[in-house]
């Protein structure tokens, strides 16, 4: 009964310095407690009714919190998401739900109520303490570069892992163009060896053509590009770089780290240089946020939940292609002919290509 006590009194101690946002940030609490980030986290989610659960039903509260993140991220981006639909989900991520619809349709309601009720856009990029989920993707250039004794404009996009920190930095010596974008995020799944959920951006061309009304009017050779490897586009709303921090940070780190200060035989020198700074610096250092080494987390807890990244090699050869609509029986229409495709694409969109006999 004591060790009940002691975790009421420590929730309780939680949301009073947290404050619903307005006192101490997450890490301030740990800092304070001595607990880690992730139980503040926990408890600053739970209410009365999921501390009875914990304290009743521990074994039932443990798988429940196992998948807490994700259904959390659901419910924010979603907030009217009925309970069955939810469950269905998480079970699209591959996760195994054991418990009773009655009692997972209970932690669905107590976390709606707990969550803010704020609505959010439909491409607010999630919470960041989910792994596997997110790459936060965006482009920067450099006007002075020296690259055998002559001043070169450079561009280059950074790859962030949310999760991990995990960095990749794709180089071009023209401007960018849809083309060679989708090129970078060929080389960048290929470096992460898998490829994420979905990658968030701004509103560049290369991605969005426009946003009106909340809604968002997609570049459609990205987006052929995105529905066939298999990852969602997500746009950061216009003139917000707090929905994508940590890339906008990355693109001042390799401004600052990499760039600053060095001068470059050629063009195969600064590729060289700057792949030998990926490996060696950038995802070798103890990142100020996670304190834990970029790849070792990126390894250890990240890497395995990556989708398997098949490239799109028609599509990135800019050969004919058309979408099709997957219906819930597993069929495609194709001039005028029916067409089976495994179960995982039922009720996706998938990229065909008609290939020559």
């Known amino acids: 009964m004591g060790g009940k006590m002691i975790r009421w009194i420590m929730i309780h101690k939680i949301k009073a310095l947290y404050d619903e946002g ?32 914990m304290v009743a039903h521990p074994r039932r509260a443990r798988e ?10 659901i419910l924010q981006r979603y907030p009217d998401l009925s309970a069955v639909k939810a469950r269905r989900k998480l079970e699209e991520l591959g996760i195994e739900i054991q418990v009773k619809e009655r009692t997972f349709y209970s932690y669905v309601k107590e976390m709606k109520e707990g969550l803010v009720q704020k609505r959010k856009r439909y491409f607010e990029p999630i919470i960041d303490h989910v792994a596997g989920v997110q790459c936060q993707v965006d482009a920067g250039e450099l006007r002075e570069v020296i690259i055998g004794g002559i001043l070169r404009r450079v561009y280059f996009v950074v790859f962030v892992r949310f999760y991990s920190r995990m960095m990749y930095v794709g180089l071009s010596f023209i401007p960018l163009r849809t083309e060679r974008f989708i090129q970078l995020h060929d080389e960048a799944f290929r470096f992460f060896r898998g490829v994420p959920a979905e990658c968030v951006y701004d509103q560049t061309k290369l991605v ?41 940070a990355g693109v001042k ?23 030998s700074w990926i490996g060696g610096i950038a995802n070798e250092r103890i990142h100020g946020t996670t304190r834990q080494v970029p790849r070792v987390l990126f390894e250890s807890e990240e890497q395995d939940c990556l989708k398997t990244y098949l490239s799109p090699d028609p599509l990135m050869a800019g050969a004919q292609r058309q979408l099709r609509r997957v219906d819930k029986t597993s069929l495609i229409s194709f001039q005028s002919n029916k067409y089976s495709v495994p179960m995982l694409y039922q009720q996706s969109t998938v990229c065909l290509q008609r290939e020559k006999s």
Not at 253 to 275: A, W
Request: glycine residues 6%.
């Open 22 to 53: 307005q006192g101490l940030s997450k890490s301030a609490i740990a800092r304070e407690l001595g607990i880690s980030r992730g139980t503040v986290r926990k408890y600053l989610c739970m209410d009365e009714a999921s501390f009875q659960l």
């Open 64 to 73: 429940l919190e196992s998948y807490q993140d994700q259904l959390q991220s």
């Open 208 to 248: 969005a053509i426009k946003e009106e009304f909340r809604e968002v009017w997609f570049n459609e050779r990205f987006y052929q590009y995105a529905t066939c490897s298999g990852f969602e586009i997500r746009v950061c709303e216009g003139y917000d770089p707090q929905s994508k921090g940590q890339v906008e």
């Open 253 to 275: 780190y390799v401004k600052n780290n990499f760039f600053y200060g060095e001068e470059f035989v050629d063009e195969q020198d600064l590729e060289q240089s700057l792949k």
